[in-house]
């Protein structure tokens, strides 16, 4: 079992839609999350992070926590072509300063 | 505020030649992570520095790598010598790396080649 999983995708959603990107982990002491946003040949670039469960709101960004679960997901509201990138999920491993990434979920947004 | 800065952004190289790529993280930052990203393997993590000291070098593939972080506002990663396969897109990433709270900030990336 990879440490973080994601969905390779692509995900293809409709300018305006929801899009619902998912994660999960395997380390169960894990305590903080991300995501990144990476567009092609850029860097990660961080949009979100949560350290608690529940759900954290930045404008069109929800990040949603269930520990219980052990997964961690991202949901973008009003969906704009500019969107369009992988979105990587991090967590920080028990211990660990480093952050373990997944291999990201590339997102198309279609106008 | 400067983010972190990276040297060079391209570098194409022969087989057999050492390679340097060079790290400034952002200041006040104590924390520094080199990763190597390829589509094969996604983002590894290479080695991490606090407060100048390397702390986790698990991820380094072998001794022809190596990483220095001579003060905390500048840090290298050596490849000697270097080989097709070390191909990739590496980027430093710095963090303040305070209690609970590991956000950390990519650089550009340098873009290496090696024939």
């Known amino acids: 079992q990879k440490e973080v999983e994601q969905n390779s995708g692509p995900l293809s959603v409709p300018e305006g839609a929801i899009a619902s990107l998912n994660c999960t982990y395997s380390?169960?002491?894990?305590?903080?999350f991300f995501w990144y946003r990476q567009y092609s040949g850029k860097s990660p670039e961080l949009i979100m992070s949560?350290?608690?469960?529940g759900d954290k709101e930045d404008g069109r960004f929800t990040a949603q926590l269930n520990k219980a679960s052990q997964y961690v997901s991202l949901l973008i509201r009003d969906s704009q072509p500019s969107d369009s990138a992988t979105y990587l999920c991090?967590?920080?491993?028990?211990?660990?300063?480093?952050?373990?990434f997944g291999s990201g979920t590339r997102l198309q947004v279609q106008p | 505020d400067a983010g972190v800065i990276q040297s060079p952004r391209h570098e194409v190289t022969e087989m057999g030649q050492e390679v340097t790529l060079r790290c400034k993280p952002i200041?006040?930052?104590?924390?520094l992570f080199w990763y190597r990203q390829t589509m094969m393997r996604g983002l590894e993590l290479l080695i991490y520095?606090?407060?100048?000291?390397?702390?986790?070098d698990s991820g380094m593939p072998e001794d022809r790598f190596s990483a220095k972080m001579p003060n905390a506002s500048f840090s290298t990663l050596k490849i000697q010598p270097s080989e097709p396969r070390d191909s990739a897109v590496y980027f430093c990433?710095?963090?303040?790396?305070?209690?609970?709270?590991?956000?950390?900030?990519f650089g550009p990336g340098t873009r290496l080649t090696v024939t």
């Open positions: 990433a710095s963090s303040l790396g305070a209690s609970g709270l590991y956000e950390q900030y």
């Open positions: 380390d169960r002491g894990s305590q903080s």
């Open positions: 949560i350290y608690s469960n």
């Open positions: 991090a967590v920080n491993r028990t211990g660990r300063r480093a952050l373990t």
């Open positions: 200041s006040g930052h104590n924390s």
């Open positions: 520095f606090n407060n100048n000291v390397p702390i986790d």
